[in-house]
């Protein structure tokens, strides 16, 4: 019988894809920059990235186990950089909706000489036409618009000491929920402390998804109705606000992919992809 192989997912703790558990949200990230094959982390020493888009992970897309999920959902090969960025400017609150998959994602807000660790997922063109689906970015009624991030207003610094003149994030456009003041609410990291606190705050919303995190998801997972219910909630509660991103939300039709510093990208194949689940 062959020893387990150090570096498959299961073997690293990163196998689990809040698609699949949705308490799990955002789900385990590497602790070190890697490329994802498949089921296997691995160095990153011979990889190169041209025709690659650098998009900033918030929440499960620096998950291995969601980036897994979703590729294979398309056939697309998961053959991902995920690099490790230090970012300035970018906090990370709660979606002002609720995922057709269960949970309430976390979404970027403008803050200011904030700085934080984040994974820059480097896409192709058919990975990048995958993400944006899975976040409606394609879509008038999807969840989330793609923005560009320019280094004048959010400085991106990689591993090597390089900084991107460019990076892009996905906006949740309903915006985020704040934290009791005018301020978004920051993010906890974990769904279920996250859950509790919010359904211990309004009977509206037990009334709606149930007292507990678990029923909570169990109710919110694929009932599209009950999920737009309770992002209107959120609205009458005037618990939102905006991230503060909205200005550097940029239009990108099907027929022209933005693309990363130094490289030119192609046309993406998003129309041919199946609805957003966020």
């Not at 900084?163 to 915006?175: E, S």
Request: a negative charge; one cysteine or more.
């Amino acid at each position: 019988m062959a020893p387990p192989d150090p570096r498959a997912l299961e073997e690293l703790g990163l196998d689990v894809a809040p698609r699949e558990d949705p308490l799990s949200y955002p789900g385990a990230w590497p602790e070190e920059s890697a490329l994802l094959d498949g089921n296997r982390m691995l160095p990153l020493d011979t990889l190169r990235f041209e025709d690659r888009v650098p998009v900033l992970s918030v929440g499960s897309n620096a998950c291995p186990a969601q980036l897994v999920h979703k590729m294979a959902e398309h056939g697309v090969q998961c053959r991902v950089p995920m690099v490790r960025a230090r970012v300035t400017g970018i906090g990370i609150g709660v979606s002002a909706h609720v995922s057709l998959l269960g949970y309430l994602s976390a979404s970027p807000f403008h803050s200011p000489g904030a700085t934080r660790d984040l994974f820059i997922t480097w896409l192709d063109e058919a990975q990048l036409a995958v993400i944006d689906t899975s976040e409606g970015a394609d879509s008038p009624t999807g969840n989330f618009h793609r923005a560009a991030l320019p280094a004048a207003d959010f400085r991106v610094e990689l591993e090597s000491g390089d900084v991107l003149d460019t990076a892009w994030i996905y906006v949740n456009r309903w915006g985020v929920l704040r934290d009791g003041g005018p301020a978004p609410r920051p993010h906890p990291g974990r769904q279920r402390p996250l859950l509790t606190e919010l359904l211990a705050t309004s009977a509206e919303l037990r009334e709606l998804f149930g007292t507990t995190p678990d029923e909570f998801c169990a109710r919110a997972r694929g009932d599209r109705a009950l999920c737009a219910r309770g992002r209107q909630l959120f609205a009458e509660k005037r618990w939102t606000t905006t991230s503060g991103l909205e200005p550097y939300v940029r239009p990108h039709p099907r027929s022209q992919r933005p693309t990363d510093p130094q490289q030119t990208g192609r046309p993406g194949t998003a129309a041919s992809l199946s609805p957003p689940l966020t």
